[in-house]
């Protein structure tokens, strides 16, 4: 059996299967088989099974099993997760290899309950994506995801023994969405909540689409086995939408040209319900708003502990942005935030140590569970111990160190904005009169590669990736920093404001922030590793937006062509350390294929477009008094 990496792990499964990669997690087959026997003779020692349908106020029973502690000699707290992904194992004498979010919680003793959400799996009822908050419920037919959660708890403190009466929820990803739907409306007895790289929105920032920019790859492959027919309750799915054979995704997508012909009878063929509603609402309109859960987030009573991890590919934005709605709109709350050195729902891995080129010199999931996760639902679900945590606890990258503020962003930063100069340079001085722009062509036919590697599906490295395959094309702009001569830290948001222009009238803008290693200086004993990161531009933030959106994600409009315009947009959040003796790099570029699918460089319905559509353009970078171009930075003084 292969060791599961970040790398070769199947992205469009992980969500499915992140407990089983939490024991593997390329500790060896033989710690893991032991990890996993232990926890399966204290479960099967310690809990019994039950399972149940429960009835929702509109008549829909929903799924659930519940994992109560087999003794009675006190009262427990429940914890519960409400998922979309299937509670498996089904069946009284079946568990799961662990309970809970880690295994330090599993033997402290919880009531833990799994849920099938309405229409997933085994529960009755119509799946919605994102089901919209209804915060008017006027009659007991009008349901959402809160007041599926409130009827649960309901039934749960009426229905089982030996539990003190409060209530906990967690969940990664989608399920990370489930329990931030809880707050809204919360259920008394809720205590606690920790929503772990929650799906937030996802038009501007998630897992669909990044201001507007379409993610091509990972809808592709996760709709094409999540979005299958199902005609009732069932265990299993009977098939997926299609199966697509290949191993260059790259080659593949280009191949098949257009996103319409997704559609074709071989790939959705109009089976996909999701994936037509993607296709079909291609502004930030009413079926995307409706669906960002921020605005709701309001009057919140529960203690809240966001989650999140700097190098997740699918839901960074979702973890910064609850936490920031929930501070927003709630000057008095409880609401606490977690950033760490972490993929998607590594955290809950029993060893995460390294990512990629980094090596973080310590256990940093083992240190989160033990040192924050545990003692928050503990301190809130079973009054033990008490709570030092801090408002923000955010691992620094670059200097492999945690950090903790009162407040997230920290204060005691400055915003500077790095300007993007002429002739490839790049630094604090605006640019003076002379190389007004750096200009690149942009080809849809030879798309940007989003990675310097040959894989099928997403390669989740490719966030901390070296950049070295991009800036050796014509098509990416290029801007360096000399060497730095003191180290910088930047903890914070960050911010591309860029001065550009194109011959055609829509055009995608990628902006990078890179840390350029020093070359590798040979020595006494040669090792091959430092000789391969020598020089190396490892990316350390990235965002896209279509340009058609810079003004408005509701009302497109076309670029003048030949002419500049300001486009500003956010980058996500970053906690890193540029060490002296490094340089920083911006790189500029209007493709990152096929991570989001090809712009045809013209203005139009790009779900709409033929291979006819797509067009080269003239991108244009300017960097001139008056139109100085750069990235504002969040610098601690």
Not at 64 to 86: C, G, K, W
Not at 414 to 437: H, R, V
Request: with cysteine; proline share 7%.
């Amino acid at each position: 059996m292969p060791c599961l990496t970040q790398r070769n792990f199947p992205a469009v499964r992980f969500l499915h299967y992140a407990a089983l990669f939490t024991i593997w997690n390329c500790l060896g087959i033989a710690a893991g088989a032991q990890t996993y026997q232990e926890d399966s003779l204290f479960m099967r020692n310690n809990y019994v099974k039950k399972e149940t349908r429960i009835t929702m106020r509109d008549g829909v029973t929903l799924f659930t099993a519940i994992y109560q502690p087999a003794d009675s000699l006190e009262a427990y707290p429940i914890l519960m997760v409400r998922t979309p992904y299937s509670v498996s194992p089904y069946g009284q004498d079946r568990f799961p290899y662990r309970l809970g979010p880690n295994r330090e919680l599993m033997r402290e003793k919880y009531i833990f309950v799994y849920q099938d959400v309405r229409g997933r799996y085994m529960s009755e009822g119509n799946f919605q994506e994102m089901t919209p908050h209804r915060s008017a419920k006027k009659d007991r037919m009008v349901t959402d995801e809160s007041s599926d959660a409130f009827d649960t708890i309901e039934w749960l403190l009426k229905n089982l023994r030996h539990h003190n009466g409060r209530v906990g929820l967690w969940g990664v990803s989608y399920p990370g969405f489930y329990a931030t739907a809880s707050l809204p409306d919360a259920h008394p007895a809720i205590k606690a909540v920790s929503p772990q790289a929650p799906v937030t929105d996802e038009f501007i920032g998630d897992d669909a689409n990044h201001k507007g920019a379409f993610f091509l790859l990972d809808n592709f492959n996760f709709l094409g086995y999540f979005d299958a027919e199902r005609k009732g309750p069932v265990e299993e799915y009977a098939r997926p939408v299609f199966r697509a054979d290949y191993r260059d995704a790259y080659r593949f997508f280009l191949d098949m040209g257009t996103i319409r012909k997704a559609n074709d009878s071989m790939y959705f063929g109009g089976r996909g319900k999701i994936w037509n509603e993607y296709t079909a609402h291609d502004t930030y309109d009413a079926y995307w708003r409706e669906r960002n859960i921020r605005p709701h987030l309001k009057q919140v009573r529960p203690a809240v502990l966001v989650v999140g991890g700097w190098f997740d590919a699918e839901d960074l934005f979702g973890a910064l942005e609850t936490y920031r709605a929930i501070e927003r709109q709630n000057p008095v709350n409880q609401n606490r935030l977690v950033m760490g050195p972490w993929t998607h729902g590594a955290w809950s891995s029993s060893d995460w140590n390294r990512f990629a080129s980094h090596d973080f010199s310590q256990n940093t999931s083992g240190f989160y569970q033990h040192e924050m996760e545990t003692p928050f639902f503990n301190h809130y679900l079973k009054d033990k111990g008490s709570l030092t945590l801090p408002e923000a606890t955010v691992f620094e990258t670059g200097s492999n160190t945690w950090k903790t503020y009162d407040q997230w962003p920290p204060s005691g930063t400055d915003m500077k904005t790095l300007f993007l100069q002429g002739s490839g340079k790049a630094g604090w001085e605006k640019p003076t009169p002379g190389n007004a722009y750096t200009q690149y062509t942009s080809d849809p036919s030879r798309p940007v590669p989003y990675t310097g590697i040959i894989s099928r599906g997403r390669n989740n490295e490719y966030l901390a990736e070296d950049q070295r395959f991009a800036s050796q094309r014509p098509d990416v702009a290029v801007f360096m920093t000399d060497t730095l001569t003191a180290d910088l830290r930047l903890s914070g948001p960050l911010k591309a404001s860029l001065y550009v222009s194109t011959t055609g009238t829509d055009a995608d803008i990628i902006v990078k922030l890179i840390d350029v290693l020093p070359d590798y200086t040979p020595n006494p004993s040669p090792n091959p590793r430092q000789w391969q990161m020598g020089g190396m531009q490892r990316l350390v933030r990235a965002e896209v937006i279509r340009g058609k959106f810079r003004n408005s994600f509701e009302r497109p409009e076309p670029f003048p062509p030949g002419k500049p315009v300001k486009i500003e947009f956010d980058l996500p959040d970053l906690a890193h350390l540029f060490k002296k003796g490094h340089r920083i790099m911006i790189q500029v570029q209007s493709s990152w294929f096929p991570l989001v699918d090809r712009n045809p460089q013209k203005f139009m319905r790009i779900p709409d477009a033929t291979e006819k559509d797509f067009q080269k353009a003239e991108i244009r970078v300017y960097h001139e008094p008056g139109r100085e171009s750069g990235v504002v930075l969040p610098v601690v003084k």
